[in-house]
C-alpha cells in the first residue's frame, strides 16, 4: 500500500514563494503527481516526475527524490488564484493513484 | 470536447435506495476510475478499470458496483445507500497505452444519503 503526508494548510502572501513537501512510503512507484484543486471544483493536473530532480513549468515547479521518499511543489510569483487545494498523488506499478489529503493553501493580499 | 461528464451534479437520496452516478469521457481513454473525496482523508479510489469489460476493485469498494460495457461509460452503483456514503464523487480516466498517463477528473457528483 502508499502512505502519503503533506501538510494540511499553508498560508503565504501575494508574490511570495510556497514549498508544499510530500513524503511516501510505497510498495511500488510509477512516479508522482501534483494536481490542484480550486474549492468545489475537480482536481486539475499539474505536473509528473517519475526521474529524481526539479521539473519546471511556469510559476510551478515539482522536486522529487526516489531514495528518499520525497517531493515538493514549489509555487513562486504567488496570486490570489493560487488559493486552492494542492493534491500529491502516487502512482503504482498497476498504474492506480494514491493520494494524499491534500494541502490547502491560502494567499493573502 | 467535454472531456469527462458526470450526472447528477448532486443528489439526495433517502438511505436504502439504489442510485448509479453517470460518468461518460469522450478522449477514448483505456481506463477510468471512481473515486470518492471525504473532508480530511483526501481522494480514495472505489472501483477502476483498464479496459471495456474489465473492472477491478479499489481501496473502498464495499456497497459500491461498477460496469465497463463500452469505453465510454462507467457508472457507479450504490446497491443500498447507506449515510457513510455521503460524498463527492469523483470519476476520472486516464490513457494506459504505452505507460502511465495522466488522469483527467470529471466536475464530481455529490451525494447525501438521509
Known amino acids: 500500500g502508499q502512505n502519503i503526508d503533506q501538510p494540511t494548510e499553508m498560508t503565504a502572501t501575494e508574490g511570495a514563494i510556497v514549498q508544499i513537501n510530500c513524503t511516501y512510503q510505497t510498495s511500488g512507484f510509477n512516479g508522482l503527481f501534483w494536481y490542484q484543486q480550486h474549492a468545489g471544483e475537480a482536481p486539475t493536473f499539474l505536473s509528473y516526475n517519475v526521474l529524481d530532480g526539479l521539473e519546471e513549468k511556469g510559476r510551478f515547479s515539482s522536486f522529487l527524490s526516489r531514495s528518499k521518499g520525497y517531493s515538493y511543489l514549489l509555487l513562486k510569483e504567488l496570486q490570489m488564484k493560487d488559493s486552492a487545494s494542492y493534491l500529491c498523488a502516487v502512482l503504482s506499478n498497476d498504474y492506480k493513484l494514491s493520494f494524499g489529503a491534500g494541502t490547502t493553501v491560502t494567499v493573502r493580499a | 470536447i467535454a472531456g469527462i461528464t458526470q450526472a447528477p451534479t448532486s443528489q439526495i437520496l433517502a438511505a436504502g435506495r439504489r442510485m448509479t452516478l453517470r460518468c461518460t469521457q469522450d478522449m477514448r481513454h483505456n481506463a477510468m476510475y471512481w473515486y470518492r473525496q471525504d473532508l480530511g482523508l483526501g481522494l480514495r479510489l472505489i472501483h477502476y478499470?483498464?479496459?471495456?469489460?474489465?473492472?477491478g476493485k479499489g481501496e473502498v469498494p464495499d456497497g459500491y458496483s461498477v460496469s465497463r460495457a463500452n469505453t465510454d461509460d462507467f457508472p457507479l452503483t450504490l446497491a443500498s445507500a447507506v449515510p457513510s456514503q455521503t460524498s463527492v464523487y469523483f470519476c476520472a480516466s486516464s490513457d494506459l497505452a504505452g505507460g502511465p498517463d495522466t488522469q483527467y477528473f470529471g466536475p464530481g457528483t455529490r451525494l447525501t444519503v438521509l
Open positions: 478499470s483498464n479496459t471495456a469489460g474489465t473492472t
